[in-house]
Structure formats: C-alpha cells, structure tokens
C-alpha cells in the first residue's frame, strides 16, 4: 500500500515511484496501440519484492491503431469520477487515459478527488448533467490553480516531490477557461521535467504483455 499525506508538500517519493510504474504500464499499452478505458485506483495493484505497479483490468482494452478515435458513448463504459470530458462529447483516443492518471496523480499528491459529481456534467444527452457544468469548471480551475501554486514552493525534496506541473499538462481539456491547451500524451508525461531526479532512475518496467488475468 501507498502511505499518503495531505497538505502541500507534493507526493512521497514512495508513491512518485509507484506513479511512474503506472505510466509504464500505461506506456506499454499505448505504444501497441491499447486504450485501457478504466484507469482508477481500484485497477492498480502492487507486485513483487520490491514492490512494483502494475496496471489491472487491461483485458477490456481497446485497440485502437494510430489516427483512429473512438465514437463517444454517454453514460457507457469507465468510472465517472475519472472519465475525461471529451469522452462523453466526441471522438476520444489515448490521451483519455492520461486524464485518469493525472486525477489519480492529484489524489497522491493531496489526498483527496479533486472534483466529485453524481452525474457526468459533460453528457449532452440530459439537461441535469450540462446543469453540473459551472460548477465543475469552478472546482477543476481550483484544483489547476492548488497545483500551480504549491508547484513552486515545494517540500522537503528527500522525502517529497511536487509534480504540478506535469499533472496541470495531464488534465488540459478543451473547454477549461484556461489550461485548455494540447493534452500531453505519455512519452511527454514519463520525459517531463517535474520528475527530476526521477527521470534517472532506471526503468522497472522495460517490457510488457497483456496476460490471461488482464494484468499488465
């Protein structure tokens, strides 16, 4: 299990390191061109001595070849609370998975969902959802400014690390008042700067398969 702690500081490094297997993982699938769908936290599991991420329920991955993108389907398939607004709206690809990792990436980070709703506020097909939309751009530009902010003024760097940054790029829509920039995708991610003396690290998760279990 990851240990997390609120406050400002940033991510443990325990769980920064366990974050980056993640997008390992994450990065296998994308590069033989697989769309998980349903990252959450409930589809990470931790193996091995020592202890290494591993990426779960792959076996309802989609393929997906380059240049081609999904029809949206409301209200059908992924976990509300980590679903990416495009998904409901229009065509999607690969960088709705990198939406999930940066939400997951903010509650290591401080704890907690950044927003919660009980409806998808970007379905198009009812009324009560698009309703929830002001109040999701309130919370998420509150969530993007929390990030910017304690980015700068990071914690103990033995113990912490602050990845902001990089999870501000994660979570860029195209509706958001500001940061609505290009999602980065996961080469960009695993290359970014916040890692620091992550990006040293040599990489626990090389190669990879999808095996009978799902399990990546």
């Not at 409301?74 to 509300?80: F, K, S, V």
């Not at 990030?147 to 990845?163: A, E, F, K, Y």
């Amino acid at each position: 299990m990851v240990r997390l702690e609120r406050g400002a500081k940033g991510m443990l490094m325990a769980a920064a390191r366990v974050f980056r297997d993640v997008l390992l993982a994450v990065k296998v699938l994308h590069d033989q061109n697989w769309l998980h769908g349903d990252i959450k936290p409930a589809n990470i599991g931790m193996v091995g001595a020592p202890s290494r991420a591993v990426l779960l329920d792959t076996g309802h991955a989609t393929y997906l070849a380059s240049g081609v993108r999904l029809n949206p389907t409301p209200g059908q398939g992924g976990t509300l609370s980590y679903l990416a607004p495009e998904r409901e709206i229009e065509p999607y690809d690969h960088l709705t998975d990198i939406w999930s990792l940066g939400v997951i990436g903010y509650e290591l980070t401080y704890a907690h969902h950044p927003w919660r709703f009980a409806l998808n506020p970007w379905r198009d097909d009812k009324k009560e959802c698009e309703d929830l939309r002001p109040a999701f751009r309130e919370r998420y530009q509150e969530a993007i400014d929390t990030l910017d902010r304690d980015s700068r003024s990071p914690g103990d760097s033995q113990r912490h690390i602050h990845l902001g940054r990089l999870l501000i790029e994660m979570l860029r829509f195209p509706w958001a008042s500001n940061n609505h920039g290009r999602r980065i995708d996961i080469d960009e991610a695993l290359q970014h700067e916040a890692w620091g003396p992550l990006l040293s690290d040599e990489p626990r998760v090389k190669r990879g398969r999808l095996d009978d279990d799902g399990e990546l």
